[in-house]
């Protein structure tokens, strides 16, 4: 009789180390598959292009050739039908204007930029209306195969994160997709070059 229930329990015993053994190596699976996958962020990123300097560029459906970047403390702009007087266009921080020829590859459409800074921030450009300039400002500009088109988009930065600023590029008016194009070009700041576009940022830019 005793012999019998230890014979039992000797074999429950055995059965429930099994079972365990077959849960942690199923864990252990689970858990290898799970390092091999993608994680979320890096399916939903862009893919990065880099690029530097003026050289041509491409991203999906979409060409850039960047220019000359130049600093000011304010804009001086012209008045309107709206409003008859000179707007005097001031920025907490500093207008940074980046040149560029931009044309649609494939189909119309535009072509959006922002500003990452070498410790991760990112300053979207600023729209059609800051400032309004028609014919320069790239900002919600439509562009057309064949149609090249130049102008300059307008960023509003502190004055601290110039060195080691890119001008990233992505197609659309909405933040870049996962697996779109995102082109990211150097545009040079160096330490010695963000002084001098500090010190040769003038107070007031008349834009007129």
Partial sequence: MSTTTTSGTGMRARWRWRDALWIVLALIAVVALRKGESSYEQR?????????????????????????VKAARAYLLKGDFSRSEDLLLRTPGLWLSVLAKVESTQRPGYVSAQLLTRDGLVYAASSAERPKLKGINLSERPVAPGLPENGAWFFEVPADRLEGAHLQLYWGNGLPQGGDSLVDVDLGIDAARARKLLAEAKPVLDLR
């Fill in 44 to 68: 939903d990123a862009p893919l990065v292009q880099h690029a530097r300097g003026s050289a041509r560029a491409e991203g999906r459906n979409f060409a850039v050739e960047v220019g000359n």
